[in-house]
């Protein structure tokens, strides 16, 4: 008997399946003790199907990063296309970063193994191609958002830096406070007092006003701006988070 030949939709269904389950063991045991035969256990295919899908767990952990990056780019462009000024725009865009953590933990915990090189030069080249083509895709919401601002004369960049140098400090920022403070993910044990949605708008006011990325911190109420946007733009995300029992606490 001949075997059965599945369209595209069920073959990226069955994929799902395969990183849900792969997702699910990050969660529980961390990205170090998974293994492919364990991910094999948890799903009801046979070994030879799951290598058909993943040549080895580099391959898969690099669809894990993909899916990361293309949940983030929902999130950012959502975040991009809210009617106000850059800056507020990229202080959303870091709280949707936060949702990210908050709702995918598994993802935000792994998502960085898919950056190793190792995992780059035991992955397909078609996924290898994909992950670049994602962050470019990524990238460029951050830059949109900064020639916007230097456009209106609300941001200069500083003569020893560019923009890509801009997105990495800004990137760098958001992934510490909420690596080393939300309690979704592996967190510091200093950090008593501190909450990890008022130090990430701390952060963010710091550092851009470090930039004298106007309007200036005490030009006005980001904060007050900040809880609008959210309910106007990431209702659903909040929704889902409050059946999670987490708010957010400014």
Not at 112 to 126: A, D, F, G, L, R
Not at 127 to 135: A, G, M, S, T, Y
Not at 160 to 180: E, P, R, T
Request: charged residues 25%.
């Amino acid at each position: 008997m001949a075997p059965k030949i599945l369209d595209e939709h069920s073959l990226q269904a069955r994929e799902q399946e395969i990183i849900d389950a792969a997702l699910a063991l990050i969660a529980r045991e961390g990205v170090a003790n998974v293994t492919m035969d364990k991910v094999v256990a948890k799903v009801s295919y046979s070994k030879g199907t799951v290598y058909k899908h993943f040549t080895g767990k580099e391959d898969l952990l690099l669809a894990i990063g993909n899916q990361a990056i293309t949940i983030m780019l929902d999130l950012f462009f959502r975040a991009s296309q809210y009617p106000g000024c850059a800056r507020e725009r990229m202080l959303l865009i870091n709280f949707s970063y936060l949702f990210y953590a908050i709702l995918h933990p598994a993802l935000f915990m792994s998502a960085m193994c898919s950056k190793s090189p190792n995992v780059y030069e035991k992955s397909t080249i078609k996924r290898v191609q994909e992950q670049e083509h994602l962050e470019m895709k990524l990238m460029g919401i951050f830059f949109n958002l900064i020639e916007e601002a230097i456009a209106d004369k609300s941001f200069t960049l500083p003569p020893d830096m560019d923009m890509q140098q801009i997105c990495f400090a800004n990137w760098s920022l958001g992934y510490g406070v909420i690596s080393l403070l939300a309690d979704e993910v592996e967190s510091c044990s200093g950090r008593t007092g501190l909450v990890v949605e008022r130090e990430l708008f701390n952060q963010n006011n710091i550092f851009l006003d470090g930039l004298r990325w106007g309007p200036l911190s005490h030009e006005k109420d980001y904060k007050a701006g900040l809880k609008e946007a959210l309910e106007q733009v990431f209702g659903e995300e909040l929704a889902r988070m409050k059946a999670l029992g987490r708010e957010l606490n400014f």
